[in-house]
């Protein structure tokens, strides 16, 4: 399980920094914060939380499929992946859920963050 674990925090900041370096580099480059910037690094930090949560699903049911392959040797890898992906998937949408806002103002408040850091602290000029 610690493996499942580095690869979602691996994901998630690979996620993060691609889907947010538009914004952030452009709030950047701009010296100054406008609200189409900081929604657009909202709905980056909602991209990039999914995409990583989806990441884990698949880390997840990968490990779940070997267990049990190692458990029971005759069964299919593909019926154990997708039993495995299909239980994980239904629990883990509430997860995505609860997880949607608190990702959204966490990639506004980084990208308005970065936009005020560079106007006001001279190492980012």
Excluded: W
Aim: positive net charge.
């Amino acid at each position: 399980m610690p493996l499942v674990n580095v690869a979602f925090v691996l994901l998630g900041g690979f996620f993060f920094a691609l889907f947010l370096r538009h914004p952030i580099s452009g709030s950047m480059v701009d010296h100054k914060t406008s609200l189409s910037r900081v929604l657009t690094g909202g709905l980056g930090g909602m991209l990039a939380t999914l995409a990583a949560l989806q990441g884990r699903y698949i880390v997840l049911a990968s490990f779940l499929t070997y267990i049990t392959k190692v458990g029971v040797p005759e069964g299919s890898l593909r019926t154990g992946f997708l039993l495995a992906i299909m239980e994980i998937e239904t629990y883990g949408l509430i997860e995505m859920l609860y997880a949607m806002v608190p990702a959204f103002v966490c990639g506004g408040l980084t990208t308005a963050g970065v936009a005020y850091l560079s106007t006001h602290i001279r190492f980012f000029r």
